[in-house]
């Protein structure tokens, strides 16, 4: 059975020789029927209560979802950028490796080219050398070429100057 306020406060009893005092069971239950009102009252504000937390319960839910997503969101960002950052990494290191290759063949060509150019001059210092040597050689030659003219000269001389005597 269902009541209300306004059963409580109509409702009538019966009058029996040695029943209750009406006036006391008539105040008890105006009493009843205000603490009933006022129970109700405080249910329904507990309900509207209830229904703005669950309001915003599901604000909450939402932005927490929100949240999550944009959590996601930025971790696959986070990644992708990692992942970018890892990939332009690799090239730069790519062309450095490539560029060091480079640098590499090009100091052993130009080694090479210096050494070939040190065996020219050693060829070059050890033909100067022969013709220096064959050079020298000849000048002496020619010199005690000279010795040997400048003694027959003074032999000859001393023979002219026996004979003229």
């Known amino acids: 059975m269902k009541l209300n306020p306004l059963d409580i406060y109509n409702k009538e009893f019966t009058v029996s ?3 209750y005092n009406k006036s006391q ?3 008890f239950l105006d009493d009843i029927g205000v603490e009933y009102e006022r129970m109700l009252q405080e249910i329904k504000s507990l309900q509207e ?9 599901k604000s909450y839910e939402n ?6 997503s944009t959590l996601r969101s930025i971790e696959e960002i986070a990644e992708k950028q990692t992942q970018q950052a890892r990939e332009e990494a690799n090239m730069i290191i790519e062309k450095a490796n490539v ?8 100091v052993k060509k ?11 001059l050693k060829e070059t210092k050890t033909f100067f050398k022969i013709r220096l040597r064959n050079l020298l050689e000849s000048q002496l030659e020619v010199l005690e070429e000279e010795d040997e003219e400048i003694n027959i000269e003074k ?11």
């Open 63 to 68: 932005i927490e979802e929100n949240l999550k």
């Open 17 to 19: 020789a040695l029943g």
């Open 99 to 106: 560029e060091a290759e480079k640098m590499k063949q090009n």
């Open 49 to 57: 209560r209830n229904d703005k937390l669950k309001e915003k319960l």
């Open 25 to 27: 069971v008539e105040e």
């Open 110 to 120: 130009e080694l090479a080219e210096e050494y070939d150019k040190l065996e020219k």
């Open 155 to 165: 032999y000859e001389e001393k023979i002219d100057n026996l004979t003229n005597t």
